[in-house]
């Protein structure tokens, strides 16, 4: 079965290419597609603090896409894991999720902070964030993940 | 532009239907494609205790997809709130994005614990759930979603 996806909208911000790290610091907007949508497909998303936004890796070409293991970020210190134990961009389906702060509602424009997401991105949904989605009870991850987003979300 | 997703695998639960309430006590497995993967696809899981999975809501038919505002759950002591500013599986591309503990992985099978999927719910992808990616800053979220999520992943 095929699933096919029309985006939202698209992400509209400095970065061009796909950093490592310090997208805190990034401010970036979200045009939804006035095409399909009025501004009231976001009628009260102002009281939400936060989005959790799936897009699209539309960047990562099939040959780059991993089925099986590899070590993150292709660092040979780091653990070689599954690709669904990592959230690196070359995966199935090249989906993509973040959470990021909502700045500013403008019609259909979203201002946000810290979206990790490269100039051109497409967007396929948009999410309010809820405390209730967080993980339930205790987490742990182990130490590689905890070095790799040392600085990854820093400003 | 069109994106095209192949599921990777898909969820068995005793749930056959959508229940508002009461997520937290179901357990589920989830079936990766024995076609696409080895279990080499899921190296390292182990190490985390939550997973974050994006899958398809595949029981809503065009219909009900909502493009523009409605009140959550048909609700009207709730506010109507635009598609984008509630978690309703009535959206556009169907997405749905949900964080489970991860209990068991044997082969191409993990068992989870919490995850608000329907049994024969086609999964998307797979991301291990890592702390940084939870909101940096202040979360705050309206009243109605609050009171609407207060038994959802109640055991």
Same mark, same amino acid.
């Given at each position: 079965m095929?699933?096919?996806?029309?985006?939202i909208?698209t992400v509209k911000t400095?970065r061009e290419?796909?950093?490592d790290?310090?997208w =805190?610091? @990034?401010?970036s907007?979200i045009h939804? !597609? !006035?095409a399909m949508?009025?501004p009231e497909?976001t009628? =009260? /998303?102002?009281?939400?603090s936060h /989005?959790?936004?799936?897009?699209f890796?539309h960047?990562? @070409?099939?040959?780059? @896409?991993?089925?099986?293991?590899?070590h993150?970020?292709?660092?040979?210190?780091?653990p070689?894991v599954g690709?669904f134990?990592q &959230?690196a961009? =070359?995966?199935?389906? &090249?989906l993509?999720?973040?959470?990021? &702060?909502l /700045?500013?509602i403008?019609?259909?424009t979203?201002t946000?902070?810290s979206?990790?997401?490269?100039?051109?991105?497409?967007?396929?949904?948009i999410?309010p964030?809820?405390?209730?989605?967080?993980p339930? =009870?205790?987490?742990?991850?182990?130490?590689w993940s905890?070095?790799l987003m040392?600085?990854?979300?820093?400003?």
């Amino acid at each position: 079965m095929d699933i096919v996806l029309k985006p939202i909208g698209t992400v509209k911000t400095e970065r061009e290419e796909a950093f490592d790290d310090y997208w =805190g610091s @990034v401010t970036s907007t979200i045009h939804l !597609d !006035d095409a399909m949508f009025t501004p009231e497909v976001t009628m =009260g /998303l102002h009281e939400f603090s936060h /989005l959790e936004v799936v897009y699209f890796f539309h960047k990562v @070409v099939d040959s780059k @896409v991993e089925l099986s293991a590899r070590h993150p970020r292709n660092n040979a210190e780091w653990p070689k894991v599954g690709i669904f134990s990592q &959230r690196a961009k =070359g995966r199935p389906n &090249r989906l993509a999720v973040s959470v990021c &702060r909502l /700045l500013k509602i403008e019609g259909l424009t979203l201002t946000v902070e810290s979206l990790d997401a490269i100039d051109g991105t497409p967007v396929i949904d948009i999410k309010p964030y809820m405390k209730e989605f967080a993980p339930r =009870g205790e987490v742990y991850q182990p130490l590689w993940s905890t070095e790799l987003m040392k600085d990854y979300f820093k400003k």
